[in-house]
């Protein structure tokens, strides 16, 4: 098992920043693929990045390339999201996902635990 806990979330302007958190426990955090997914009012779930076990790769959604950046630190059982250049577009509530490899997927369905979501509003 594994349980994940997301924070960080809140209100910004466009353009502004924020940095969102996933604390884990549980399994073994080092051995696992983490994604990043959100979920838009009135729209599905979708893929935001992921990253590898180790650090090593990471892997955007196009939407974002550029402006996020995910990275994790193994040692406190944490992973981040960086969200630079913020668009109302990007409002929205944040999951992290756990994924029970080492290299990840895009496909949410793929993913074995999640986090309960944080919300993420970009005023315009």
């Known amino acids: 098992q594994v349980q994940l806990v997301e924070s960080g979330g809140g209100l910004v302007q466009t353009g502004g920043s924020l940095r969102l958190t996933c604390a884990a426990s549980?399994?073994?955090?080092?051995?696992?693929?983490m994604g990043w997914f959100r979920q838009a009012p009135g729209k599905e779930r979708e893929f935001v990045g992921i990253i590898r076990y180790n650090g090593g790769s990471t892997m955007y959604a196009d939407s974002v390339k550029g402006r996020f950046t995910i990275s994790r630190d193994n040692a406190k059982n944490l992973v981040y999201l960086q969200m630079n250049s913020l668009k109302p577009e990007d409002t929205a509530v944040y999951y992290c996902?756990?994924?029970?490899?080492?290299?990840?997927?895009?496909?949410?369905?793929?993913?074995?635990?999640w986090g309960q979501g944080t919300q993420v509003t970009v005023s315009s």
């Open positions: 996902a756990a994924h029970s490899s080492l290299f990840g997927s895009r496909s949410q369905r793929d993913y074995d635990y």
């Open positions: 549980g399994r073994t955090f080092s051995r696992l693929a």
